[in-house]
Antibody
Framework: EVQLVESGGGLVKPGGSLRLSCAASGFTFSSYTMNWVRQAPEKGLEWVSSISSSSSYMYYADSVKGRFTISRDNAKSSLYLQMNSLRAEDTAVYFC???????????????WGQGTLVTVSS | DIQMTQSPSSLSASVGDRVTITCRASQSISSYLNWYQQKPGKAPKLLIYAASSLQSGVPSRFSGSGSGTDFTLTISSLQPEDFATYFCQQSYTTPRITFGQGTRLEIK
């Protein structure tokens, strides 16, 4: 079964840091572009960051550029998001999601993990 | 950024109804339009990609159409498990994708 499981969320003070992880199983992780998407409480979906299969390319939303760093460890089938200088507006459920295809970056995602909640509050 | 606008924001319907949700892009995105279903507390699920292609495993009562700036998601006969929130998403500017604000489909 193809599965993504996020972890690492929690409560952090403004200006603090947090590292999210996403453990993948059931597919050849090293072949796919991987992504982070977030959803603020009762809000819509916002793309956060993407990383190519071999980590050659990394992309960030303007709202997180310079503060967040995406990375992956293909040997461990794991995706990461290092979040620094956190703000209240970063409060959200963070989902990891797999691009649908291996040969091209399609920009649409399946499957998604169940999400991990990050709360930034003093 | 390309803005995606869905209408309506919420919709009440009954089991068996035919339902249509609309998504409009702020500029032409060709057929780079995808639809997701999200149930409370769950992850989004891909339903339709490239405007009209049905993702594997998705029931055929779901269909998508459109190109350019105007798109629709249609559910031909609502089932109890279809009550959820639906999001459109453009992948024209991949990887910098954007989503619509969502349409909540509720039971009448």
């Amino acid at each position: 079964e193809v599965q993504l499981v996020e972890s690492g969320g929690g409560l952090v003070k403004p200006g603090g840091s947090l590292r999210l992880s996403c453990a993948a199983s059931g597919f050849t992780f090293s072949s796919y572009t991987m992504n982070w998407v977030r959803q603020a409480p009762e809000k819509g979906l916002e793309w956060v960051s993407s990383i190519s299969s071999s980590s050659s390319y990394m992309y960030y939303a303007d709202s997180v550029k310079g503060r967040f760093t995406i990375s992956r460890d293909n040997a461990k089938s794991s995706l990461y998001l290092q979040m620094n200088s956190l703000r209240a507006e970063d409060t959200a459920v963070y989902f990891c999601a797999r691009d649908v295809m291996t040969t091209v970056i399609t920009g649409y995602f399946d499957p998604w993990g169940q999400g991990t909640l990050v709360t930034v509050s003093s | 950024d390309i803005q995606m606008t869905q209408s309506p924001s919420s919709l009440s319907a009954s089991v068996g109804d035919r339902v249509t949700i609309t998504c409009r892009a702020s500029q032409s995105i060709s057929s780079y339009l995808n639809w997701y279903q999200q149930k409370p507390g769950k992850a989004p699920k891909l339903l339709i990609y490239a405007a009209s292609s049905l993702q594997s495993g998705v029931p055929s009562r779901f269909s998508g159409s459109g190109s350019g700036t105007d798109f629709t998601l249609t559910i031909s006969s609502l089932q109890p498990e279809d009550f959820a929130t639906y999001f459109c998403q453009q992948s024209y500017t991949t990887p910098r994708i954007t989503f619509g604000q969502g349409t909540r489909l509720e039971i009448k």
